[in-house]
């Protein structure tokens, strides 16, 4: 058993809430025990440079964590002008990993950005930001084919994740 009192398979108290803000088309509040994580789906006509002409979408993410996200104040880091090299890995992840929920080709021309915002922190902040953007994504989705914006279903399949981690020599979700 841990310290928190959950046995080594037991993972955190995970909850959900949907279409959480206003004026996007998909995200999701997700909360793994005690971290929190904000997911949302901005959607814009056009692709990068590199796509442009192959019929072909694009998604990217963003990962940042709030200040106050963990137990003492860290400077935002568009006030140092450069991300960590943390935070960069993250959202690669991130979007490495959306990339495997969408049909390119059935998106068209367009690009979706995935933000990842830490809400609070306490371990798993990018397995929480994973499961949440690909909810968010599917709502998104769903909502862009049901708009016509895009014309055919590109949402291809779920993805989640999770955290396992070493405890007293035992493997713990």
């Not at 310290?3 to 398979?9: H, L």
């Not at 798993?124 to 709502?139: K, P």
């Amino acid at each position: 058993m841990r310290p928190s009192g959950r046995q080594v398979s037991e993972l955190r108290t995970i909850s959900i809430e949907r279409n959480v803000l206003k004026h996007t088309p998909g995200s999701v509040l997700i909360k793994f025990g005690n971290t929190h994580v904000l997911c949302s789906v901005s959607h814009q006509s056009g692709v990068p440079k590199f796509l442009k002409g192959t019929g072909n979408g694009w998604l990217t993410a963003e990962y940042g964590m709030l200040p106050n996200a963990t137990g003492s104040r860290t400077q935002r880091e568009a006030t140092s002008g450069k991300q960590s090299g943390r935070t960069q890995e993250i959202q690669r992840l991130i979007g490495r990993c959306l990339r495997q929920c969408v049909n390119l080709k059935a998106l068209g021309e367009h690009t979706l950005t995935i933000d990842c915002d830490v809400l609070q922190a306490d371990g798993g902040t990018r397995t929480a930001g994973i499961t949440g953007a690909c909810i968010a994504l599917e709502d998104a989705l769903a909502h862009l084919h049901k708009q016509g914006v895009v014309k055919h279903p590109a949402f291809a399949q779920r993805i989640a994740a999770v955290s396992v981690g070493m405890y007293k020599g035992n493997a713990v979700l």
